[in-house]
């Protein structure tokens, strides 16, 4: 469980505002509505991905690679090639895992914890600002060209486990999502280009 949470994201305090300081967050604003606008429009997408994980316990990292598939609005999949074949699969609500001959499945509802980790993928994908800011704070920097989101979690609970979630991306192609814990450890999934059929 754990590992698929870590697989399938800041508090701002200011005394004085400056005008400056308001017509920055407001750009900041607009930036971010253009660019979950964009996201909304991409219906699908097919791209491969290498993904490196950073662990405590472990004396070197866990890398692996393979694909990704979205289907509007809520079908996730995240196809493990190396350095074994596993598979995840999200689709209304449900998540589930295929390793070999074994398969799982859980009713993400049903585990309030693993919500935030989907809900940082689907809802940046499909563009659904009010599912992002109901599990998340969010900082937007850069403009649609060069973009970083940075997520905190809102549950408490959520944060024992997960510091932040950042995804960074070009216009509506996300390159980069790290998932940082509490405890310091991190997945780092780079996101390559298109796959074509």
């Not at 800041?10 to 920055?24: C, E, N, P, Q, R």
């Not at 598939?69 to 995840?88: F, G, I, M, S």
């Not at 509490?182 to 999934?189: A, G, I, N, P, V």
């Amino acid at each position: 469980m754990r590992r698929a949470r870590v697989a399938l994201a800041a508090a701002l305090t200011a005394l004085l505002l400056s005008s400056a300081h308001a017509a920055s967050a407001a750009s900041s604003s607009a930036s971010l509505d253009e660019l979950l606008a964009l996201l909304a429009t991409r219906r699908s997408s097919h791209v491969s991905f290498t993904e490196v994980q950073e662990m405590a316990m472990l004396t070197r990292p866990l890398e692996s690679s393979g694909e990704l598939l979205y289907e509007a609005p809520d079908h996730l999949e995240k196809r493990t090639l190396k350095p074994r074949a596993e598979t995840l699969v999200l689709e209304r609500g449900v998540l589930s895992a295929t390793r070999g001959h074994r398969k799982y499945v859980l009713r993400v509802e049903d585990y309030p914890q693993v919500v935030p980790f989907v809900e940082s993928i689907r809802a940046t994908l499909a563009g659904d600002r009010a599912a992002l800011e109901r599990f998340f704070t969010m900082d937007f920097e850069g403009e649609l060209a060069h973009w970083t989101l940075t997520l905190v979690p809102r549950d408490p609970a959520v944060r024992r486990h997960v510091a932040r979630i950042r995804l960074t991306g070009e216009r509506d192609a996300i390159r980069t999502v790290e998932i940082r814990q509490s405890d310091e450890d991190r997945s780092l999934m780079t996101v390559g280009p298109e796959i074509t059929p």
